[in-house]
């Protein structure tokens, strides 16, 4: 007997196309995971044991018939709540949307339920994406499973604590500025944000959407890769005209090494005020487990990458501000009663429909759009975006990946970051690479010495190389595991034998 938790999603699909056990018992133990688990935890909003024991049935059914199985075939698998599913609420973690009920399945959830995965449900997260600790979502905050007293980052904050906690073996979350990598970091986990355009966002409530990525969660990077297998299947999706074709197998050349791939570092990244020295510590080891590897270590520069954070600002709020119109308290979410017209339903309804984080981006959203403005700041922004762009072009042309940390510190306390700026410096590591397009990944490192906490090394590679950065993903965890340093791959200890047995 073992804990669904001690199996990778590949050797579910594997176990479950052999018989060695089946869907729905891989079901019913996550479900017991999440039932012991998630009252500390509270990594979901929604827990779908209906549509997860149908599913399950399902590819147990299609099984016994002869018929192939999809390769995420009985894995579990957790969505972020701004992700529709038919036969769930799609709340955004907010009051506007709190009792909207998904109309139709978004594109990267049914390529997953298309490879045969298990739909357990939909995870907290920052309302409407907007924060990097989950403490803004309307309904609860989630914690951290390696303390439960600490935030799991965010806004994908409840995908990265559901598989740290062992409650999914996969989850999806998205990314607009780090909201993968930094509670992957922070939780321990691997969370990859793919290359703009590799993933549909069909069906994913936007934020920004120049910005915007989905991506997985897992907590190996084999987990990873095989679901972006399924996400990428079946190539452009017809409803997001920025998708596009991504026909590669992202599992071909895992097991490859790093031997004959460049590694490039950043020099002054590495002495960035606010960096906590652990995380350099950390990180300077994983630039010495790839050169012990096989890797070619050479230094880049990103000379405009310190305007990253500026320009997102002022991005992502415009963008925010067009994409969070729509909820206008007429034809759906929230709507404040007893209005006599139109413009006071409107009005109210979103004064109370939405939380201080979701106004605070939305009104400097409508600043900065505003005539007398927009040349001042929108315009020098896609201007600095095309920078940092160039300068990642540039710097992969000296190498494979660039090695940095994926966030400056450590899961922090709740409550501990008031400062509404200071908590936007939780991305500072992350948001060029939305900028830029390019695929960035999380890879645990272990625990910090002084924290005792999780740390991460990221990883950033050019567009559409996703698998390559996979690739050296895998290597360096190879790495950690030999070196023995790595306390993750498993469920966080505290919950270790909680639940879920299989």
Not at 44 to 63: G, K, N
Not at 77 to 82: E, L, S
């Amino acid at each position: 007997m073992a804990n669904v938790d001690e199996l990778s999603a590949a050797r579910i699909a594997a176990g479950v196309a052999a018989g060695d056990f089946s869907a729905e018992e891989v079901a019913k133990a996550s479900l017991d995971a999440i039932e012991a688990r998630d009252g500390e935890v509270q990594a979901f909003l929604e827990v779908s044991a209906e549509l997860a024991l149908d599913a399950a049935r399902a590819t147990d059914a299609r099984r016994a018939a002869g018929e192939p199985l999809g390769p995420m075939a009985g894995v579990p698998v957790a969505f972020k709540d701004n992700m529709h599913l038919v036969g769930t609420h799609t709340t955004c973690a907010s009051r506007m949307l709190e009792s909207y009920e998904s109309t139709y399945t978004a594109t990267c959830v049914q390529r997953l339920l298309d490879a045969g995965a298990t739909p357990l449900g939909k995870a907290n997260m920052d309302e409407f994406a907007f924060g990097s600790s989950t403490e803004t979502s309307h309904f609860h905050p989630t914690h951290n499973p390696w303390d439960l007293e600490r935030v799991p980052g965010g806004s994908s904050g409840g995908s990265a604590a559901a598989v740290a906690a062992g409650e999914a073996c996969v989850s999806l979350g998205s990314d607009t500025g780090g909201s993968i990598r930094q509670p992957a970091s922070l939780c321990g986990v691997v969370g990859l944000k793919p290359t703009y355009g590799a993933v549909s966002r069909y069906g994913v409530v936007a934020f920004g959407s120049s910005l915007d990525q989905v991506g997985p969660f897992g907590r190996r990077v084999e987990d990873v890769a095989l679901a972006m297998n399924a996400l990428v299947a079946g190539g452009h999706d017809p409803y997001d005209s920025t998708s596009q074709d991504c026909p590669v197998d992202f599992l071909e050349h895992l097991e490859e090494g790093v031997e004959g791939l460049r590694v490039g570092v950043v020099p002054r990244l590495m002495d960035a005020a606010g960096l906590d020295p652990e995380v350099r510590d950390a990180v300077e080891g994983a630039r010495r487990m790839l050169e012990g590897a096989g890797a070619e270590v050479v230094e880049v520069d990103l000379p405009h990458i310190d305007a990253a954070i500026s320009a997102y600002y002022v991005i992502g709020p415009c963008e925010a501000f067009s994409n969070l119109a729509r909820f206008d308290g007429v034809r759906y979410g929230y709507q404040e009663p007893g209005c006599s017209t139109l413009a006071e339903q409107s009005a109210l309804s979103r004064a109370h429909g939405f939380g201080a984080e979701a106004k605070r981006r939305q009104m400097l959203g409508a600043y900065l759009l505003a005539s007398g403005v927009y040349d001042e700041y929108y315009v020098p922004a896609q201007k600095a975006r095309t920078l940092i762009t160039q300068d990642y072009v540039r710097a992969f042309g000296r190498c494979d990946a660039i090695l940095m940390p994926s966030a400056p510190r450590t899961a922090f306390r709740f409550g501990e970051i008031s400062d509404p700026t200071q908590m936007y410096l939780s991305d500072m590591y992350t948001i060029s690479c939305n900028i830029a397009g390019n695929g960035g990944i999380s890879v645990p490192l272990g625990l910090g010495a002084a924290s005792g906490l999780p740390v991460s090394a990221q990883l950033q590679g050019p567009a559409f190389k996703d698998r390559v950065l996979l690739r050296v993903a895998r290597a360096l965890e190879r790495e950690v595991e030999a070196a023995g340093t790595k306390a993750m791959g498993a469920v966080a200890p505290e919950f270790a034998g909680r639940g879920g047995e299989l």
